[in-house]
């Protein structure tokens, strides 16, 4: 026999009833406060509560509205925290609540063509991101023997680099430059050019003009179609800028174990190192070289070793990271430990910059240390061949532009002398042409053809 409907709906009540009545029978969580103590420059002392490093806490302010803090160290007894934003309203005494937070990002396909801010906070006023997906903000790095080895070229559009200097889908490459000689529109050249289904562009401690700028101008409509752009000023707090970093990985993190190629551009690491010398300092640690602590040398390798390829048969990550060198100088700390942790270096030269030599790549100074396991053997002897032509030109350049050196001295001096306008138009492109790796190799291959000296 059937129960009527009214029998079920009471005992469902009941139910119900019980749990609410078990529910107000359970004490409630003591919810724990700290008291603020203390301010000195970026940091802030607070006593009366305990929490992880890395965890969330909400400062009251005076207008009865709560600052969002991150943990980053301790002092005996006393937290030291570090705003993500201004410290502005902050009285002393104040109330700090421990804030349960998830340190993960939100992924998915639902971020192309979006740009986001470290926080993971739409920034271009197109609405709530459509991601139904997150992943951890700091993962583990891949096992080294579990990766499988760069065996294939990217093509990144550039045709120097392409041609010459060979990027191999999951390499890690610097971009070694001062400011103000091209590195951003390279970037976007490659956002734009190449053959990668994903592009995630890192905007580090950038002057915020310049944010608007390279999504509208540099990236435009069909680069941000397949781009994702995480933007953080300068003007942010150092605890952002260095989240952005971490965002903009785990987000090329997902993509690539989804099985798809990654290009991931950071301008730049020399803001992420910044941004960590700056809370390195603030809670006390000594600077060790040119005013850099040492932690700052222990993050660089953590950040770089999570890019790369996967495990066989899946996607790769295929990064690029700006390097700023102060005043053009190559031997800067950041500079210098870049060089060593990274798969290659691409130096942008200022000299060529002003000459109006676009992209200003020094080929002379930028390697690529993949390059042998990518190309062929003979290919790899025209790229020699190519770099001594060039070379010869640049030791004699002097000489030659004074009327010294006299034609047959030397003949491959003369070769180089000959080919130096084809080689210079080879080296150069525009900023809305694309050249891929089979045309730059053929380019390359029928300048060479025109030499009379044998490899």
Known sequence: MTQSPDIDATRQWLKALSSRRQQLQEPLAPVVEGRLRRIVGMMIE?????????????????????????????????????????????????????????????????????????????????GPLQT???????????????????????????????GLLCVGRGQRIGLFAGSGVGKSVLLGMMTKHTEAEIVVVALIGERGREVKEFVDHILGPDGMARAVVVATPADHSPLMRLRAAWVATAIAE?????????????????????????????????????????????????????????????????????????????????????????DGHIVLSRHLAEAGHFPAIDIEQSVSRAMNDIISKPYRLAVRQFRQLWALYQQNKDLIAIGAYQRGADPRVDEAIRLQPLMTAYLQQDVDEGVTVDEAQQGLSQLLSLTSQPT
């Open 132 to 162: 139904h997906a997150r992943r951890p903000l700091l993962a583990h790095p891949l096992n080294p023997l579990q990766r499988q080895p760069i065996r294939e070229p990217l093509d990144v559009g550039i045709r120097s680099l392409n």
């Open 254 to 342: 997902h993509f690539r174990d989804e099985g798809r190629q990654v290009l991931l551009l950071m301008d730049s690491l020399t803001r992420f190192a910044q941004a960590q010398r700056e809370i390195s300092l603030a809670v006390g640690e000594p600077p060790a070289t040119k005013g850099y602590p040492p932690t700052v040398f222990a993050r660089l390798p953590a950040l770089v070793e999570r890019a790369g390829n996967g495990p066989a048969g899946g996607g790769s990550i295929t990064a690029f990271y700006t390097v700023l060198a102060e005043g053009d100088d190559q031997q800067d700390p950041i500079v210098d430990s870049a060089r060593a942790i990274l």
């Open 46 to 126: 607070v006593e009366g509560i305990t929490a992880a490093m890395g965890s969330r806490c909400a400062i009251e302010t005076g207008d009865g509205g709560w600052l969002e803090t991150e943990v980053v160290g301790f002092h005996g007894d006393r937290l030291q925290l570090m705003a993500t934003g201004e410290m502005v309203g902050i009285k002393p005494n104040a109330r700090v609540v421990p804030v349960a937070s998830d340190p993960s990002v939100p992924v998915g396909d639902g971020l192309l063509g979006r740009v986001i801010d470290a926080s993971s906070r739409p920034l271009d006023g197109l």
